[in-house]
């Protein structure tokens, strides 16, 4: 029996079980659930005693408690030569070229929980002081609550071990995205309008986690994007997380557990995976096969002063995008690993008037 030890909720404690095997032939099983600080250790002795009845030869328990983690001024060196050289590409009408995004990028330097004392610990622990890849994503304009949803799915995150052959849920691990949990209203796309609902932004969180999973080189089980472009990372490069019918998913398919931490600066939200090897190296690559323009409706606003327009949605075109991970290994040789072609509908631009401001 593993027990896996890491930080959630400060009142509720979760439980994540996973059975990898018996002696009864019976399924791999995966489940989790919260309980109350007051029953936490009855929960425990039944835990124990159906691992004893059940005769588990494998079990990993992961207890996770918010609110531990240490957060410091970043003072550890790590060089270049020990992040993965990674980099994005877009390709249009076969004009290949190497490009940042503004918002989205890999990340190259020093990240702020890489001195800290917990996380160490946890690396030791497992022996994942390797980083196999690093991203990070910036709101531009955050809307009110989008920020604080965002700094608390990358504190529930954060910590998360993930043993070989697992599979990591965002559902299951970020989610329920309900007030209970401590989420807010956030921004939530719907069809073409920005609605709110409460864990609106926690998309950004898998939009991030699959950008470090894809230049980790992990197996993608699921991902959907979203129905128009997002601001934060390239298109094709997002992934969204609804519960019920939309997750993202993916398998450790190294040989060694792996870590998942995340943390968040301002506006931007920092996540990185660690392990014992270094994954090849992994280039994104994007064909924009067509757009589409965007349409502009305007509303009026009795607080606007005659002539005053305000951009309330900046709007964004309707995208068609092939995508694909141009793998490199140890012996040069280059493989391609398809991600498919992700539709975008435009998004449409809303602009305020003042009464009487005619087009």
Known sequence: MIILIQNLMNQDFFFMIYFLGNNYGLGRFEGGFFVKDSAKKVVLVVIFVSLMIGGFSSTALFYRQRGDLEKRPNSLHISKAEIPDIGISESRENNQKLMYHPYGRPVEGTLMWENDR???????????????????????????????????????????????????????????????????????????????????????????????????????????????????????????????????????????????????????????IYGRTKPSKVIWRHQIINRQDFKTIYQINSSLKPGEEKVVIEGAEGMTVKNWLEIENINGEKIRKDLGVDYYRPMIRVIERAPGTHE
């Open 118 to 272: 917990h996380f160490h610990e946890i690396c030791a622990k497992y022996q994942t002081s390797i980083r196999m890849s690093a991203f990070q994503t910036t709101l531009p304009d955050p809307l009110p609550g989008e920020e604080y949803n965002v700094a608390l799915a990358a504190d529930i995150i954060s910590g998360s071990v993930l043993l070989p052959n697992r599979i990591f849920s965002v559902n299951k691990v970020v989610g329920p995205y309900s007030r209970e949990r401590g989420f807010r209203e956030g921004p939530t796309y719907y069809g073409t309008k920005l609605i709110k609902t409460t864990g609106g932004g926690v998309c950004k969180i898998a939009s991030t986690l699959y950008n470090v999973v894809a230049l980790a080189n992990l197996k993608i089980i699921e991902r959907k994007q979203h129905g128009m472009l997002v601001p934060y990372v390239p298109s094709g490069q997002d992934a969204t997380v609804a519960e019920g019918n939309k997750d993202f998913k993916f398998k450790n398919t190294t040989h060694d557990p792996i870590l998942i931490w995340a943390d968040t600066k301002d506006n931007t939200l920092y996540m990185a």
